[in-house]
């Protein structure tokens, strides 16, 4: 690429960053040079740790090599793989010496997005580079182009679900007058009203979760009583949790657990964690408890259920991502996911600890006084 390209890339794009990522000196300087010249922000790290450490700063593209004397790249990719906040790095493999094609299928096994061998022409990386990010890019265009859709979605299907569920519960409650003829017909019209309530939730969850996804949520925030938040959602959560053979208690503290909130969120996020506990319940208790630490209200949801294997354990926060139970994929994998986000919204975290067959405990932490405005 000549100077006057390398002028027009930087004029007409955003800034790119790259990790540049190589134990070797006169390497290192000279795949610098190159991407300065292609217009590009470097930043450099000699080794393994120092990448993984540099990495969390989320560059655009992660160049690392193969061979290093502390972490091999193979290594590295894997642990930014399995690190939730790096998970989706952009990584491309370049290496001078492991050129075989088993380095190369290994490098992508471990989840590597390319393998490129040199020699490499210095307009041929370039061209390759433009080539990977071009993809991502369409990716994240068709994930922006489907968030549209949903939330498009769910407000053209709200307002009929709403007037349909309205008026079978109306034709219930005018049927209880007629035991004879109401009876039959109740049983007939009550499943109808519960898949539509389902079905409702399911729409509400699509659009809260591409509004949050586009960062286009705003809190409501006001004082909460989180101890009568999570009081009123147990008992909400009594029936569903009856049907499923799943006993489910709440521990809460003698006095108010008082935070600034948005209290429709922080409902629908417990509302998610209490419907996990008691789907993934196993006919086993479940408990909620509720208390103080360290300026922080935390709330702990624990069932006796199936559990979530280790490398399960960051997948199903993700949006979509549902684990195997029970021989079938349970929703739609939106419920940990928005729990998450509304946590993470009132600069909150909600973590996980389980095992296969050992139960799960969900732990969401919130803020009893914030100083950054929301």
């Known amino acids: 690429m ?4 390398s002028q027009n890339a930087q004029g007409t794009r955003p800034a790119i960053t790259v990790l540049n990522v190589n134990d070797d000196p006169a390497t290192l300087y000279l795949l610098s040079l190159t991407l300065r010249q292609g217009g590009y922000q470097v930043l450099e790290a000699t080794g393994g740790r120092e990448a993984l450490r540099l990495a969390r700063g989320l560059p655009d593209l992660v160049l690392l090599d193969v061979h290093m004397p502390d972490i091999d790249g193979y290594e590295v990719c894997r642990r930014l793989r399995a690190d939730e906040a790096t998970h989706d790095l952009l990584i491309a493999h370049l290496s001078s010496v492991s050129v075989r094609r088993e380095d190369r299928v290994r490098g992508l096994a471990q989840g590597a997005d ?5 020699p490499l022409a210095e307009d ?3 061209a390759n580079i433009e080539a990977l990010l071009r993809l991502q890019a369409r ?3 068709a994930v922006r182009a489907r968030d549209r859709f949903l939330r498009v979605a769910g407000h053209e299907l709200r307002t009929p679900l709403t007037v349909l569920r309205l008026n079978l519960e109306r034709a219930v409650e005018m049927l209880q007058g007629d035991a004879e003829a109401g009876s039959a017909m109740q049983k007939r019209l009550a499943p109808a009203v519960r898949q539509l309530t389902r079905l409702q939730g399911l729409v509400e969850s699509l659009a809260d979760a591409s509004r949050l996804s586009e960062q286009e949520v705003t809190l409501l925030v006001d004082t909460v009583d989180f101890s009568q938040v999570v009081r009123e959602q147990v008992a909400r959560f009594q029936v569903p949790a009856h049907s499923a053979n799943v006993a489910l208690d709440v521990e809460l503290p003698d006095t108010p657990v008082l935070l600034f909130g948005d209290r429709r969120m922080l409902e629908q996020a417990v509302g998610h964690l209490l419907s996990n506990a008691v789907k993934f319940g196993e006919d086993r208790p479940a408990k909620a408890r509720l208390s103080t630490h360290e300026g922080h209200a935390v709330l702990a949801v624990e069932d006796q259920g199936v559990g979530i ?3 399960d354990q960051a997948r199903i926060f993700r949006r979509f991502e549902r684990v195997l139970s029970g021989g079938r994929f349970e929703g739609l994998g939106l419920g940990l996911y928005l729990a998450r986000e509304i946590a993470a919204a009132h600069d909150g975290t909600l973590s996980v600890k389980s095992a296969l067959g050992q139960g799960a405990c969900f732990e969401l932490r919130l803020p009893l006084h ?5």
């Not at 914030?370 to 929301?374: A, E, K, L, P």
């Open 124 to 126: 041929e990386l370039l």
């Open 370 to 374: 914030r100083t950054r405005r929301y």
């Open 2 to 5: 000549n100077t006057s390209d």
């Open 309 to 311: 294997a280790p490398q």
């Open 114 to 118: 390319a393998y490129w061998t040199r």
């Open 139 to 141: 990716a994240r265009d």
